[in-house]
């Protein structure tokens, strides 16, 4: 890869690399980290609105309803309900909750390596990095 000072390009060349660490790990389970993410949110929201899934995991509806057919078409959620789209809500199959189970034990291996890469000074620092760029908005 060709140097660059470019904060935008960095961040890019590092969530490829991270995610492709999440992706390699969740594979034997059948999701990327995308997926285990909304899989995640959507166990701790319980069965939350389109709109209230999309404002938890800072997506746009359209990304969101995109990601939610793809995992529908596993059988991993089911939508149900409501007067129009933006109501309909969102929970977990019972094979979405067999996934994610199974998928908790490969995330947290990336989880540990990760940290252990990093050490604790250093993710505590990254980890406080990256909460103030996401407030940039």
Do not use: F, H
């Amino acid at each position: 890869m060709l140097p660059t000072l470019c904060l935008c390009t960095k961040l890019r060349r590092a969530t490829r690399s991270v995610n492709r660490l999440y992706d390699d790990a969740l594979a034997g389970v059948g999701v990327n980290a995308a997926q285990y993410s909304l899989l995640r949110n959507l166990e701790r929201l319980g069965r939350p609105s389109i709109t209230e899934l999309a404002e938890a995991l800072g997506l746009d509806r359209s990304t969101l309803g995109r990601n939610l057919r793809v995992l529908e078409g596993k059988g991993l959620l089911a939508l149900e309900g409501g007067e129009d789209q933006r109501n309909r809500l969102v929970s977990l199959t019972a094979a979405g909750r067999a996934c994610l189970d199974q998928a908790k034990g490969a995330w947290a291996q990336v989880q540990e390596q990760l940290g252990q890469r990093l050490g604790p000074e250093k993710r505590a620092t990254l980890m406080a990095l990256l909460d103030e760029l996401e407030g940039l908005d």
